[in-house]
């Protein structure tokens, strides 16, 4: 249903009207991350703080290498 209402907006909206959608879409964002800045802010610091792999596999990743 969802890849329905997706291909019905790629078809029936403009560049223009893509831009306006995208511009609101970027400030909802925006204020949603003002309104939690402190939990973002939170989650942020965990994210970093969180070793998801060893530091060669994130540096050999980064290189692009297999």
């Known amino acids: 249903?969802?890849?329905l209402l997706v291909f019905l907006g790629m078809r029936c909206m403009t560049g223009e009207t893509g831009k306006q959608y995208?511009?609101?879409e970027h400030t909802l964002?925006?204020?949603?991350?003002?309104v939690e800045e402190a939990?973002?802010?939170g989650l942020l610091d965990a994210?970093?703080?969180d070793e998801l792999a060893p530091r060669e596999n994130v540096k050999r990743a980064?290189?692009?290498a297999h």
Not at 29 to 34: D, M, P, Q, T
């Open 29 to 34: 964002l925006g204020n949603r991350a003002k």
């Open 39 to 41: 939990r973002l802010s």
């Open 47 to 49: 994210m970093c703080e």
């Open 22 to 24: 995208r511009n609101e």
């Open 1 to 3: 249903m969802n890849n």
């Open 62 to 64: 980064a290189s692009g």
